[in-house]
Nanobody, 112 residues
Framework: EVQLVESGGGLVQPGGSLRLSCAVSGFTFGTDTMSWVRQAPGKGLEWVSSILTGSGTTTYADSVKGRFTIARDNAKNTLYLQMNILKPEDTAVYYC?????RGQGTQVTVSS
């Protein structure tokens, strides 16, 4: 059974940082492209970032480029999203996506 479990969300002030983690089980983590998506209140899902298998090439939405960094630790079956210089518009539930599955999400709230 494929399972993706996110953690690391919380309340942070504008300009602050958070690191999200996604623990993966049920498939060979290193062979799949992994992504983060988010859903802000009252809005649809928005793609945030992806990291490709093999090359490790990373891609980002323009809205987070230069502030967020995606990374993976294949030995630990874990995906990360380092989020810096957070803005109120980053407030959303963040989901880890891989092998056609999405986790339960972790809430990130950016507010003073």
């Amino acid at each position: 059974e494929v399972q993706l479990v996110e953690s690391g969300g919380g309340l942070v002030q504008p300009g602050g940082s958070l690191r999200l983690s996604c623990a993966v089980s049920g498939f060979t983590f290193g062979t799949d492209t992994m992504s983060w998506v988010r859903q802000a209140p009252g809005k649809g899902l928005e793609w945030v970032s992806s990291i490709l298998t093999g090359s490790g090439t990373t891609t980002y939405a323009d809205s987070v480029k230069g502030r967020f960094t995606i990374a993976r630790d294949n030995a630990k079956n874990t995906l990360y999203l380092q989020m810096n210089i957070l803005k109120p518009e980053d407030t959303a539930v963040y989901y880890c996506v891989g092998r056609g599955t999405r986790g339960q999400g972790t809430q990130v709230t950016v507010s003073s």
